[in-house]
């Protein structure tokens, strides 16, 4: 499939999706939503695919909305749907996300700016250039966060934190969103992509239906209570033990080898 706003490759089982509108900054204009999501559902179904990498065209991740888009529609009188103000692209990406099969890494390679910054924390995990800068600037724009960012920052900072960069909307640098756990770790420019491509090769090369699992787990026990998050680790071991890749990996053991995984 061809996206007009997105580059998407795929090499030894990862998916490399470039959000391409360089001269926006990125920013979710144009196609870059449908695309984006059409990629996320199309990377998750591939059996190719055991990793997907998100990150930017040219100098920027992604700057968030389209600003000068948004204000030319409303001078322009064009009003959205109502089917998408009851339930909006944005977070039909963000689900897709969430419930994609497959581990996504932020490979965040320069600003990272309002819903920008909620699409990098929509990700399983994060890896930073040290030029790159994250912000909650909604309230600069007098708005509210959107793209989950209410939902997954205080996640990762904690409530207080959460609020000050949301009702500040000040711009912090990678070292600080590191110590912050926004981030997974910092590299310098050039080594961004090798960085992120380490980490999703490792992560590839594992058992795809543990892996998923897994996913789904992490993300659906902080919701939940200790007895929910215990049966659900009952029910995936059980998954589990009955695939191939868990025989290999017991032989593997026994046979003092790495093991090697097939998926199924």
């Known amino acids: 499939m061809k996206y007009e706003c997105l580059l998407y490759e795929v090499k030894d089982r990862i998916a490399t999706l470039t959000l391409n509108r360089p001269d926006r900054l990125n920013a979710l204009g144009g196609t870059l939503r449908e695309d984006l999501h ?11 695919v055991g990793v997907i990498v998100i990150t930017g065209a040219g100098r920027g991740f992604c700057s968030g909305g389209d600003v000068k888009s948004m204000s030319e529609k409303d001078q322009a009188g064009q009003s959205s749907t109502t089917d998408e103000r009851l339930a909006p692209l944005r977070d039909r990406c963000v689900l897709a996300m969430r419930d994609c099969p497959k581990p996504i890494i932020a490979a965040v390679n320069g600003a990272a700016a309002g819903a920008g910054m909620n699409l990098a924390l929509a990700c399983d995990m994060r890896i930073a250039s040290s030029t790159a800068k994250f912000s909650q600037a909604f309230v600069k ?12 920052l205080p996640r990762v900072v904690g409530s207080a934190k959460a609020c000050e960069l949301i009702f500040t909307g000040d711009s912090i640098d990678a070292p600080e969103a590191l110590r912050l756990g926004i981030v997974n770790s910092v590299v310098a420019p050039e080594e961004l992509m090798n960085a992120a491509y380490a980490l999703a090769r490792k992560i590839a090369a594992g058992p795809p239906v543990a892996i998923a699992l897994s996913k789904r787990a992490i993300h659906k026990n902080p919701d939940g209570s200790l007895r929910e998050a215990l049966e659900f680790e009952t029910f995936a071991q059980i998954i589990c033990k009955d695939t191939e890749d868990s025989k290999e990996g017991v032989k593997a053991f026994m046979e003092k080898r790495a093991p090697v995984f097939r998926g199924h």
């Open 38 to 48: 059409a990629a996320i559902i199309a990377a998750g179904a591939d059996p190719q």
């Open 141 to 152: 724009r007098g708005l509210a966060p959107d793209w989950a960012g209410s939902y997954f």
